[in-house]
């Protein structure tokens, strides 16, 4: 039986960031209006491959999955794999704007996760002008610390199995269970401190973004919030609460969990479509 070839183009690019040569990984598939995924924090664009393969929204959009510094197929910066790494709110809008930037793409269409989630309301403060609309999924203004990061980077401590089974407790018991397997294998794979350090921007003062939402103009560009009930890093009362204080609607997800996208793909594509299909009438118009 031939293979069953799936539609996705995966290269590498060296962007400069903020001055230094990276070599990332990224994936894409699609044409039209550039849609630039942003993984959450500890794994990569694998958690995407859904509205990468999914023909309807391909026919209409360029979907670019690109893999953080230090995650997923993507290297650490020269001379930097042994660093403490901690990411920041400007090192993380610096990536995005670079990747943007090297592939010349014309106000794109942003939607990011969890921390993706968070870094999207950044953008929509002070980039605006760059993106023609942003999707946040899982997002939130700001959380509060509920575990003990340090359990993630220890020596006497397997990381790869302490970060698939916090993954593994975001994730809804009614997410199909080879997604969910496969969400939480792409945290197993994580490089020594990532998921620690990505929280460092999601858990602090890095993040956080409950001073500045009163100067977000969504007239400047749209902001699209969807969010799954099942989570209690961003429970759907800290979404319904941004979007209070943002002058918006955010839906509501029944059966999701944190990780939307990849852990119940099919019915997640069904609230992204329409999502998708009004940036685009917002275009025409």
């Not at 959450?40 to 209409?60: F, I, M």
């Not at 870094?119 to 605006?128: F, K, N, T």
């Not at 956080?208 to 009930?229: F, K, N, Q, V, Y």
Request: with cysteine; aromatic share 10%.
């Amino acid at each position: 039986m031939a293979p069953r070839i799936e539609p996705i183009t995966g290269r590498y690019a060296h962007v400069d960031i903020a001055g230094v040569s990276h070599r990332l990984y990224w994936e894409e598939a699609g044409e039209g209006i550039p849609l630039v995924c942003l993984h959450t924090a500890g794994s990569d664009g694998r958690q995407y491959r859904a509205v990468l393969n999914d023909p309807e929204v391909t026919r209409h959009f360029r979907v670019m999955v690109f893999d953080m510094p230090r995650h997923g197929k993507s290297s650490p910066a020269p001379g930097t794999v042994d660093d403490d790494y901690a990411l920041t709110a400007s090192a993380y809008v610096d990536q995005i704007l670079a990747f943007c930037d090297a592939f010349e793409l014309d106000r794109p269409v942003a939607m990011g996760c969890s921390i993706g989630g968070r870094i999207v309301l950044h953008l929509a403060r002070w980039h605006a002008a760059r993106f023609r609309a942003l999707i946040g999924l899982q997002s939130s203004a700001h959380v509060d610390p509920y575990y003990d990061t340090g359990w993630l980077d220890r020596g006497d401590v397997h990381g790869g199995r302490m970060c698939g089974a916090f993954a593994h407790s975001l994730m809804a018991p009614t997410s199909p269970a080879d997604h969910v397997d496969e969400t939480r294998w792409h945290y197993m794979q994580g490089g020594p401190g990532i998921f620690k350090g990505d929280l460092h921007f999601y858990r602090g003062s890095e993040g956080d973004m409950r001073s500045e939402l009163e100067r977000i103009d969504l007239t400047a560009c749209p902001l699209h919030l969807l969010t799954g009930e099942y989570d209690f890093s961003c429970r759907p009362e800290d979404s319904q609460a941004l979007a209070a204080a943002l002058g918006t609607e955010v839906t509501i997800m029944p059966d999701m969990g944190h990780f939307p996208m990849s852990e119940n793909p099919d019915t997640f594509l069904t609230y992204l479509r329409p999502v998708l299909d009004r940036i685009r009438a917002d275009q025409a118009a």
